[in-house]
Structure formats: structure tokens, C-alpha cells
């Protein structure tokens, strides 16, 4: 009897001294799916890009047809979005060390241990500087953080560990704020520019009749290009959204590292949450 209750007792001991890190592990679980959810947003910028060029040449240029040079137009429009495509490279190297530092954060709250990413940050740490939407008062604290996601972490303490990937709150929120920026300047300037130019599109359109049936198709086209460039305009809103919550939430968890087990971590993480799953369902109606 005595045996059974020390047994009893040790446990309750136990119980009472580990912590409850679901808060921890649900923030670094939405945040992966944030970083995630850049990928088709920024699949899309150098897409729109060049749409934008080939749809103008084709839709307004005064060029007869004998003399439209196919071949030509297309590699102009590679070389217009030529450093869309060089910068966009970079949004998505960030997008990822934002994802990677979310998975170790989420290895820590698991079992105190956390692999180190092979990815070389050391050249997305050089480019940093010419990201024009990333904060020149932060980089540093970025670059901090990049160096802290490709070393390995075996938690001699799973808290104090914890407390020092929560310590990168500034360059983790100022990463996701560039990625916001960068992506409503580029991917939703050129969603808003095809918006603008799709009644100019339909007006040419209408104006054919050498071959009315193809102009009616490609009318239908233009319709279902127009509603889903609408829904692509308003994932950058939603993103918004999910990394404001995202940064909140992540305040309270590192202003608040000795109550992680507290009821007000998990509410301001089911937070996160639903604003995740709004951004996700948005995506599924923009792509």
C-alpha cells in the first residue's frame, strides 16, 4: 500500500512539475502554415508579370499582324520581369526560413530537440540588404535569426530553450511583415494592374468580328480570369491578417514564458488558428 501510494504521489509530482507546451507547439504549427501559404502567392507574382506585358502587346499594340513577332514579345517580357524573378527568388528563401524556424520551434515544444536546417542562409543573409521591403533597423536581428535556424538544438532545459527561440520575436515578425509588403507591392500590384486592364481587354474583344465565336470564348475567358484574379487580391488581406495574429500571438508567448500552460496562451493561439484557416480557405477560392 505504502509502495502504490509513493508510486502515486511521484506521479502527481511529475505531473504538476511538467509543463503544458500545446500553446507553444499550436503557435509554431500555424506559423509553418503561414510561411507555407506565401508559396503559391509568390508562384504567382513572376506569372502576373509577365501576363500583364504579353496581354498589353497583344490586346493594344498597333502592330499589324504580319509583322507581330511572337519569339521577340516573349523574351521581352522575360527580360521586363527579369528582376521580379531575381527578388521573388529571395521572398521565397525568407517564406522558408519563416516555415523552418516555425518547425523547430514545434521540435523544441515536442522533445527539447531540434535538427539543424541544411539550407544556407548565409547568402540569403547577404541579399537581405537589397530586399527593399525588409527594415534596415532589423536585419541584423534576421540575420540573427537565419544563424539561429541552421544550428542544431538538444535542449539541456526544453523551458530555456524555448525562451531563447521566443527571444527572435522581432526578426521573426519583421520577416513576415517584409513578406506582407513585398508581396501586396509586387504579386498585388500586378493582380490590381490585369484588373485594370480587363475591360480594355473585353472592349478590343467586342470590337472583332473577323471571328466572332472565338472573340465570345475568349470573352469567357476574361470573365473567369477577372473573378479569379478578384480572389487572388484578397489572399494578400487575409496573410495580413494571419501574420498580425501570428505576431501577437507570439508576444504573449515570450512575455508570458513562465505561464505557458496558461488558458490566455491557448486562446490567443486558437486566434491564430482561425485566422489561418480563413487564409487557407481563401487560398483554396484565389488558386
Do not use: W
Not at 28 to 49: M, N, S, Y
Not at 277 to 282: I, M, S
Amino acid at each position: 500500500m505504502r509502495v502504490y501510494f509513493g508510486i502515486t504521489l511521484c506521479v502527481l509530482l511529475l505531473s504538476g512539475c511538467a509543463t503544458n507546451l500545446s500553446a507553444v507547439r499550436g503557435f509554431a504549427d500555424e506559423t509553418k502554415k503561414i510561411g507555407v501559404a506565401f508559396d503559391p502567392i509568390l508562384g504567382k507574382a513572376v506569372e502576373h508579370c509577365r501576363q500583364q506585358f504579353l496581354q498589353r502587346r497583344i490586346y493594344t499594340t498597333d502592330t499589324v499582324l504580319a509583322k507581330f513577332d511572337a519569339e521577340s514579345v516573349l523574351k521581352q517580357a522575360s527580360e521586363t520581369c527579369k528582376p521580379i524573378e531575381d527578388e521573388n527568388a529571395t521572398a521565397k528563401r525568407m517564406s522558408k526560413a519563416l516555415a523552418d524556424y516555425a518547425s523547430q520551434l514545434s521540435a523544441l515544444a515536442a522533445d527539447g530537440v531540434a535538427s539543424s536546417v541544411s539550407d544556407d542562409f548565409d547568402a540569403l543573409s547577404a541579399k537581405l540588404g537589397q530586399f527593399k521591403d525588409a527594415p534596415k533597423e532589423k536585419i541584423g536581428a534576421i540575420a540573427s535569426l537565419l544563424k539561429y535556424i541552421t544550428r542544431s538544438v538538444i535542449a539541456k532545459s526544453q523551458h530555456d530553450a524555448i525562451v531563447e527561440a521566443l527571444s527572435h520575436e522581432e526578426a521573426v515578425g519583421a520577416l513576415a511583415d517584409a513578406l506582407v509588403i513585398y508581396s501586396d507591392r509586387v504579386y498585388g500590384g500586378y493582380v490590381a494592374g490585369r484588373l485594370s486592364d480587363q475591360p480594355v481587354l473585353i472592349e478590343v474583344l467586342r470590337a472583332e468580328s473577323a471571328s466572332p465565336i472565338s472573340s465570345r470564348l475568349r470573352l469567357m475567358d476574361v470573365y473567369q480570369q477577372t473573378q479569379s484574379l478578384a480572389e487572388q487580391q484578397k489572399a494578400i488581406a487575409s496573410i495580413r491578417t494571419a501574420v498580425g495574429q501570428m505576431k501577437i500571438s507570439m508576444r504573449d508567448l515570450r512575455q508570458n514564458v513562465d505561464k505557458l500552460s496558461a488558458q490566455e496562451r491557448i486562446n490567443e493561439v486558437q486566434k491564430l488558428a482561425k485566422d489561418v484557416r480563413a487564409l487557407y480557405d481563401q487560398l483554396s477560392r484565389a488558386f
